[in-house]
Structure formats: structure tokens, C-alpha cells
């Protein structure tokens, strides 16, 4: 089985339109992180939030903002009003104490498109 | 300024070559990671290091080997035994100390075989 599912392949939507990409994860362990990193066409993944799991806070930073719910295993990222520099695609991925943080489990990404 | 450094950033090779690509980071990070992305695929790890000398295999480490001979720097060698090494190879670093857990990610090498 998955450990981190991403069941959104593609979404696309119009320019200043809120969107939500989903991300759902399995694990064992008590102690473990989430991420979620940016892919843009150029091919770098680019950090963009880590959240350890005994922190639910959700977060906001600009126009994104992380919802973390440990109850449905969860991890979603929103982008408000979206522009096209948001197209990309974008990763979420889960690394556990069990084998000291060293192995992330990444989902299989979700392609944003942003039209103008 | 800080980062990681992959080259080349296309890589062609015929069959039955081996070939070696570079990972540098000047970030003074303790662990290293390679990883294999394929077409509207997600990560897979091939192999990773938390101290010179000493590397671990990782979901997809058959027909790749590796080195950690210095801090900075960790080569990935794709043999003749990888049957299918056209890819996307991304190298990655994470400071080991800390709460900071991410890992951080150079621009890429992308290997096609003809």
C-alpha cells in the first residue's frame, strides 16, 4: 500500500481561483513529518512547508496556506487566488522516526495548471 | 551563496556504458540522497548516505552504486546493469541535527540512453 496518496493527477484551473490539493498518508509511527514541495517546469523541488505530528496548527504563509488533520490522516494545501507562476507540479511526502527520518515516502504528484 | 550542485544537466549515454553523475553541497549538511523520478511518476530512492563512508541501499539501489568519500560530494554511477536508466536524477541533502527534517533538493540530471 501507498503511505502517501495524492489521488488528484491533474487539476487546472482559471487564474485568481482558490484551489485545494489533496493529500493522504499512512503511518505507523507517533513521530513523523510531512512535507510539501513545489516542482516547476525547470525540475528542482523547492521546499515549501514541513509539519511534525504533534503540531495540528494549521499554517498560512501568503497565499497558501496547510490544513493537517491527524483524525483523517491528512496533510491538504490550499492556494488561494492562484496565478499562472503556481503551475507546477507538487509533491507531499512523509518521513518517520522509524528509520530516522532518512527514508521520505513521496505521493505521486499533482499537476496544477493555472490559466490565464 | 549555499546549495547543491548536479552535473551535467543532460547526460547521454549508449548502451552498455557506465556513467557517473555529480552531487556537490556546500550546505554542511550530514546526509545525502539520490533519487530517480520517471515521467508523471513520484520519487523513488536509489541510494543515501548519513556519513562519509558509509551509504545504504535504497527501494530501487540494483544497477546503481555510489561513494561518499568527502562531506560534500556523492556520486551516483549508473551501470550497464540498470535496464532501464533514462530518467530524471535528483540529488538531495538534509541537515541531520535539529528539528530541521527537510531535505533539499539540486536541479537535477537528466540521463537518456540511445
Known amino acids: 500500500a501507498q503511505k502517501v496518496t495524492q489521488a488528484q493527477t491533474e487539476i487546472s484551473v482559471v487564474e485568481k481561483e482558490d484551489v485545494t490539493l489533496d493529500c493522504v498518508y499512512e503511518?505507523?509511527?507517533?513521530?513523523?513529518?510531512l512535507f510539501w514541495y513545489k516542482q516547476p517546469p525547470s525540475g528542482e523541488l523547492v521546499f515549501l512547508i514541513r509539519?511534525?505530528?504533534?503540531?495540528?496548527q494549521n499554517e498560512i504563509s501568503g497565499r497558501y496556506s496547510w490544513n493537517f488533520q491527524k483524525s483523517t490522516s491528512s496533510f491538504n494545501f490550499t492556494i488561494t487566488a492562484s496565478q499562472v507562476v503556481d503551475s507546477a507540479v507538487y509533491f507531499c511526502?512523509?518521513?518517520?522516526?522509524?528509520?530516522?527520518?532518512?527514508?521520505?515516502?513521496f505521493g505521486s504528484g499533482t499537476k496544477l495548471n493555472v490559466k490565464p | 551563496d549555499g546549495g547543491i550542485t548536479q552535473s551535467p544537466k543532460y547526460l547521454f549515454r549508449k548502451e552498455g556504458q557506465n556513467v557517473t553523475l555529480s552531487c556537490e553541497q556546500n550546505?554542511?549538511?550530514?546526509?545525502m540522497y539520490w533519487y530517480r523520478q520517471d515521467p508523471g511518476q513520484g520519487l523513488r530512492l536509489i541510494y543515501y548516505?548519513?556519513?562519509?563512508?558509509?551509504?545504504q541501499k535504497g527501494d530501487i539501489a540494483e544497477g546503481y552504486s555510489v561513494s561518499r568519500e568527502k562531506k560534500e560530494s556523492f556520486p551516483l554511477t549508473v551501470t550497464s546493469a540498470q535496464k532501464n536508466p533514462t530518467a530524471f536524477y535528483l540529488c538531495?541533502?538534509?541537515?541531520?541535527?535539529?528539528?530541521?527534517?527537510?531535505?533539499?533538493f539540486g536541479p537535477g540530471t537528466r540521463l537518456t540512453v540511445l
Open positions: 538531495a541533502s538534509r541537515k541531520l541535527a535539529g528539528d530541521y527534517n527537510e531535505q533539499f
Open positions: 503511518t505507523r509511527d507517533t513521530t513523523y513529518y
Open positions: 509539519r511534525n505530528s504533534f503540531d495540528e
Open positions: 511526502a512523509l518521513s518517520e522516526a522509524t528509520n530516522n527520518f532518512n527514508k521520505f515516502y
Open positions: 550546505l554542511n549538511h550530514d546526509a
Open positions: 548516505s548519513q556519513i562519509v563512508n558509509d551509504f
